[in-house]
Nanobody
Framework: QVQLVESGGGLVQPGGSLRLSCAPS????????MGWYRQVPGKQRELVAS???????NYADSVKDRFTISRDNAKKTVYLQMNSLNPEDTAVYYC????????????????WGQGTQVTVSS
């Protein structure tokens, strides 16, 4: 079974920056769309940014011009560079992929990581 593993969360002061990373475990053949979502208690999980295998990106209005999503297809890794962080960005951030092909050409759909906490506070 394939899994996504996030890293890079933590505590940062307002105006600061963090970089999140997400990579799959196991022998991966290809990954389609990769995305970052976030969730705060009592609210629905929301899309932060996504990137296709060809590099096309999509951002939530609340993070445009502050966050940048990128991916390294050779490493099968997606990144989220977060700048000018504010307390409203505090959430658990989740990595997601809609479709992954892995060992022996098996397929997995709608794969999620376990989440990483980002806290923006002085």
């Amino acid at each position: 079974q394939v899994q996504l593993v996030e890293s890079g969360g933590g505590l940062v002061q307002p105006g600061g920056s963090l970089r999140l990373s997400c990579a799959p475990s196991g022998s991966i053949l290809s990954i389609n769309v990769m995305g970052w979502y976030r969730q705060v208690p009592g609210k629905q999980r929301e899309l932060v940014a996504s990137i296709t295998s060809g590099g096309g990106t999509n951002y939530a209005d609340s993070v445009k011009d502050r966050f940048t999503i990128s991916r390294d297809n050779a490493k099968k890794t997606v990144y989220l560079q977060m700048n000018s962080l504010n307390p409203e960005d505090t959430a658990v951030y989740y990595c997601n992929s809609d479709y992954i092909r892995y060992a022996n050409y098996r397929r997995a759909y709608d794969v999620w990581g376990q989440g990483t906490q980002v806290t923006v506070s002085s």
